[in-house]
Nanobody, 115 residues
Framework: QVQLVESGGGLVQPGGSLRLSCVASGSIFSWHTMGWYRQAPGKQRELVADITGGGSTNYADSVKGRFTISRDNAKNTVYLQMNSLKLEDTAVYYC?????????WGQGTQVTVSS
């Protein structure tokens, strides 16, 4: 079982930036595909971006060119750099870990984009 702790959420104006971090413990981090998901009120949780242990990335169309996912395997940490934030990016952002059939979730961090 992997434990995941997110940080970095907050309130930001449209066009602003935030960086989310997720620290993992309890397993060999570099083996895991790590992802960021988000869930807005009244909507289903959706994939924002993910990154394999080898560094291959995948992004939702809605965030391509604005968000960047990265990882530091030495620090057991995955990041989500969010630039040019829009009102519709407001959501709870969750860190996710996948290895084979094992999936773990963090507790979530709130990102609010508002003027």
């Amino acid at each position: 079982q992997v434990q995941l702790v997110e940080s970095g959420g907050g309130l930001v104006q449209p066009g602003g930036s935030l960086r989310l971090s997720c620290v993992a413990s309890g397993s060999i981090f570099s083996w895991h595909t790590m992802g960021w998901y988000r869930q807005a009120p009244g909507k289903q949780r959706e994939l924002v971006a993910d990154i394999t242990g080898g560094g291959s990335t995948n992004y939702a169309d809605s965030v391509k060119g604005r968000f960047t996912i990265s990882r530091d395997n030495a620090k057991n940490t995955v990041y989500l750099q969010m630039n040019s934030l829009k009102l519709e990016d407001t959501a709870v952002y969750y860190c996710n870990s996948r290895l084979g059939g094992a999936i773990s979730w963090g507790q979530g961090t709130q990102v609010t984009v508002s003027s």
